[in-house]
């Protein structure tokens, strides 16, 4: 069992940047691949960033360099660094854990996630 706890959500001005934490409960968090999704209002939720257990992989959607994932084995976190925020930003922003699993295909989409955290807003103003 696997429990995430997202924070660093908040309200920022376009070009501003915000960095997201995820912190998971379990012994085993090394294996499991974590990933970063957002949903905004009306929209399905899409994948923004996913990195492998051992953090030698990432996986980004077309963020155009603005989002950096990474993330401590020893600490049990997973962090997304957002740069240059637009305001189609704004979404509450959903950390999950995938376990045993890598690859872009399979990371990239939601249903593959095993755990998820409540999510944390984030609201880009113009």
């Known amino acids: 069992q696997v429990q995430l706890v997202e924070s660093g959500g908040g309200l920022v001005q376009a070009g501003g940047s915000l960095r997201l934490s995820c912190a998971a409960s379990?012994?085993?968090?090394?294996?499991?691949?974590m990933g970063w999704f957002r949903q905004a209002p009306g929209k399905e939720r899409e994948f923004v960033a996913a990195?492998?257990?051992?953090?030698?992989?990432t996986y980004y959607a077309d963020s155009r360099g603005r989002f950096t994932i990474a993330r401590d084995n020893a600490a049990k976190t997973v962090s997304l660094q957002m740069k240059s925020l637009k305001p189609e930003d704004t979404a509450l922003y959903y950390c999950?854990?995938?376990?045993?699993?890598?690859?872009?295909?399979?990371?990239?989409?939601?249903?593959?996630?095993?755990?998820w955290g409540q999510g944390t807003q984030v609201t880009v103003s113009s």
């Open positions: 999950a854990a995938n376990y045993g699993t890598t690859g872009w295909l399979t990371l990239r989409n939601p249903a593959n996630y095993d755990y």
């Open positions: 990195i492998s257990g051992s953090g030698g992989n």
């Open positions: 379990g012994r085993t968090f090394s294996s499991y691949a």
